[in-house]
Nanobody, 117 residues
Framework: QVQLVESGGGLVQPGRSLRLSCAASGSISGINTMGWYRQAPGKERELVAVFGNGGSTNYADSVKGRFTISRDNAKNKITVYLQMNSLKPEDTAVYYC?????????WGQGTQVTVSS
């Protein structure tokens, strides 16, 4: 089992920044991909930014140049960050952390990001 705990969401004005964190613990040695998705009201969940196999990164076109994914690997924990700059109202969504091993896809509880003046 993998546990994912997210933090860092909130209300922010357009043009400002936020950083999300996701801490993975438990059976983390088998994790091969990890990253962030989001779901806006009335829309499907979509990829935002992920680390793929081998550490490659993949970003949604809508966030390229504004968002940066990074990670910190500790002995018993992996923490993945999402630095979000130049936020726009259309970035408003619930952001979910995701981690996958060979058998299971794990999701965090979600953290709300609201971009509004």
């Amino acid at each position: 089992q993998v546990q994912l705990v997210e933090s860092g969401g909130g209300l922010v004005q357009p043009g400002r920044s936020l950083r999300l964190s996701c801490a993975a613990s438990g059976s983390i040695s088998g994790i091969n991909t990890m990253g962030w998705y989001r779901q806006a009201p009335g829309k499907e969940r979509e990829l935002v930014a992920v680390f793929g196999n081998g550490g490659s990164t993949n970003y949604a076109d809508s966030v390229k140049g504004r968002f940066t994914i990074s990670r910190d690997n500790a002995k018993n924990k992996i923490t993945v960050y999402l630095q979000m700059n130049s936020l726009k109202p259309e970035d408003t969504a619930v952001y979910y952390c995701n981690a996958n091993n060979r058998f299971t896809s794990y999701w965090g509880q979600g953290t709300q990001v609201t971009v509004s003046s």
